[in-house]
């Protein structure tokens, strides 16, 4: 975990500079700088090419994790016990998703999503055409249509169709989310992504990121 605070200080740049060097929205550098959110690799290379040696503002992790669960009342952080059983829940929920996928009659991409409140499977989906359409989600030159829904913003949906609500929830996806599902995601309440696939356009991941919504990729075949 890096201090940015304090490498602001001493190099003497401003939030909003260093928001702009890192391709970040300053809500999004504000949650890392109060240690809520992780600074990902490639922005830590970036750091590093432009300030040099980052060893000065490495910051006790540990030391940093008590300071955050005090200053976030009433969450208190997860211990590491807690967390592996966390993680066995995120295994088994994503691959309930990727037999989610199957389902889909999508040719070029299945993709499956479940939505998961207080550990109750609250909402399903996978990629696919509206209710009423034909299933063929490819039109004869094998091109997608435009009308074919992503499994996240299915699984979504269906919970607006009834009393449930999405609020404090998470997603399991297994292809990370695209810009238009991203809104979606966040204005539903969802708070926590987990994904296994990465899409090759990252700007939705980035924006959840920046909304303050918790995003994790969770590929079993690299683990
Ligand atoms: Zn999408």
New binding site residues.
């Given amino acids: 975990m890096i201090d940015l605070k304090k490498l602001r200080k001493d190099h003497k740049i401003t939030q909003k500079a260093l928001c702009t060097l890192l391709g970040m929205s300053q809500p999004h550098l504000s949650l890392v700088e109060n240690g809520k959110l992780r600074l990902s690799e490639q922005r830590q290379t970036l750091l590093a090419e432009h300030f040099g040696d980052l060893a000065p503002y490495q910051r006790d992790e540990a030391a940093a994790e008590k300071k955050a669960e005090k200053s976030s009342k009433g969450a208190p952080r997860k211990s590491g016990q807690d967390r592996e059983k966390q993680r066995k829940f995120d295994r088994a929920y994503m691959r309930m998703a990727a037999v989610w996928a199957e389902l889909s009659h999508c040719n070029r991409k299945k993709v499956g999503a479940l939505i998961v409140k207080d550990r109750k499977i609250i909402s399903d989906g996978y990629n696919g055409t509206p209710t009423g359409f034909e299933n063929a989600c490819e039109d004869e030159n094998n091109q997608t249509k435009w009308y074919v829904l992503?499994a996240?913003?299915n699984a979504i949906l269906k919970i607006a169709a009834s009393t449930q609500s999405c609020e404090g929830a998470t997603l399991y996806v297994t292809m990370s989310?695209?810009r238009?599902?991203s809104k979606l995601i966040h204005q539903a309440g969802i708070r926590r992504v987990v994904y296994r696939h990465g899409y090759s356009d990252t700007e939705g991941l980035d924006f959840l990121r920046s909304a303050g919504v918790e995003v994790e990729q969770l590929d079993e075949e690299k683990e």
Avoid: D, R
Wanted: aromatic letters at 0%; glycine letters at 0%.
């Fill in positions: 992503h996240e913003a989310p695209c238009e599902c």
